[in-house]
């Protein structure tokens, strides 16, 4: 595994989002930046050799290399375990993309987690798609026969950011946007060993079949003007039912209560949770009146972008969140 120090920069950087098929740009200030000399991890954890900021990272897996933006947050000494954060860039898009699209830095910085960005490999345009088992790509065509195992290559980027950095493996966690948060939704049923919680916005799915037998705490939020990935279902091939009902179906995965324990309207924001379920775990659904295909509270996209995926809301963050669901929802210890 090979890492490139990025170095900050506060020139803007081109974010792709996939929409009706096509690719839309828009940019944005992010901290990714120009790459300097490679440098590699270290072969050890916790051993106080890596510096804070953005790392460029490579990992061959299955022949292939692929690759991975790590951002080490501010304060990290690499002495202490901290949390870590994978985050999944959506249908046609790239991991920088999804760094200044999420813009989950900022929380990651202010929190102390390390937060991963890793890369798909299915081309689809100027960006990339997941290959999530069993389901058609965005426009509905089929993942190529060659198409690598997503999977096993997310559990793979666990196990060797593990291996480099100060990382606590009880405090693994993912979140991703559209076809991101379709391959997080995937990794809460085939990682449940390994994903302590999953946070997937704008994509929540369950997965069938869903053999992980773990209760899986589940935070999911989705914009009523989502035209994308529709909020009521009767989309594409991937999307047929609504987001409350892929919920209720995590709670019925999860053993919870039959039927939501509090539904809270705050301003534009609806919190539907399910409670009492196996192992302490909580499905909470953050529903924003009114917002388009975005990650609700990120960084304010260009009017080119939302006349397409329609309005932003900054009625909820859903960075830091999320951030506070997965810190009281660690791996259960046996």
């Known amino acids: 595994m090979r890492a490139k120090r ?9 974010v792709t989002a996939v929409v009706t098929g096509t690719l839309l740009s828009g940019c944005r200030g992010s901290s990714a930046g120009a790459v300097s000399q490679p440098t590699s991890l ?7 050799h890596v510096e804070t900021g953005d790392l460029a990272v490579s990992i061959v897996f299955g022949g292939l290399s692929r690759p991975i933006v790590v951002h080490v947050p501010s304060g990290y000494t690499d002495r202490t375990p901290v949390a870590l954060v994978l985050n999944l860039h959506g249908s046609g898009s790239t991991a920088p993309a999804q760094e200044a699209f999420s813009g989950m830095d900022s929380t990651s910085n202010a929190d102390g987690f390390i937060v991963a960005y890793p890369q798909g490999e299915i081309s689809s345009g100027s ?13 509905g065509g089929a993942s190529p026969a060659n198409a690598p195992n997503d999977v096993a290559f997310l559990a793979d980027v666990v196990q060797r950011l593990e291996a480099g950095l100060c990382i606590d493996p009880n405090r693994v966690f993912s979140t991703g946007f559209s076809g991101g948060a379709r391959m997080t939704s995937q990794l809460g049923c085939d990682l449940p060993g390994t994903i302590a919680a999953i946070a997937p916005v704008s994509g929540l799915r369950l997965p069938s079949p869903c053999t992980g037998t773990r209760a899986v705490p589940v935070i999911s939020f989705h914009g009523t003007a989502d035209a994308i990935d529709p909020y009521d279902g009767n989309g594409q091939a991937y999307w047929t039912y609504s987001v409350p009902d892929a919920a209720q179906r995590w709670a019925g995965h ?3 209560a039959t039927t939501p324990e509090a539904a809270s309207p705050a301003l534009k924001v609806t919190l539907t949770e399910y409670t009492g379920c196996q192992d302490g775990a909580t499905v909470e659904l953050y ?3 009114g917002e388009g295909h975005e990650w609700p509270g990120g960084p304010i996209l ?6 397409v995926l329609g309005p932003q809301s900054s009625a909820i963050d859903a960075d830091t969140t999320m951030w506070q669901f997965f810190e009281a929802h660690p791996l259960p210890v046996s």
């Open 6 to 14: 990025l170095r900050s920069r506060t020139s803007a950087v081109c």
């Open 42 to 48: 270290p072969a050890s954890a916790c051993a106080g």
């Open 127 to 139: 960006g990339y798609d997941w290959n999530v088992p069993g389901e058609p790509l965005f426009g």
């Open 254 to 256: 999860d053993d919870c």
């Open 287 to 289: 529903t924003i009146t």
């Open 302 to 307: 260009p009017a080119e972008d939302t006349s």
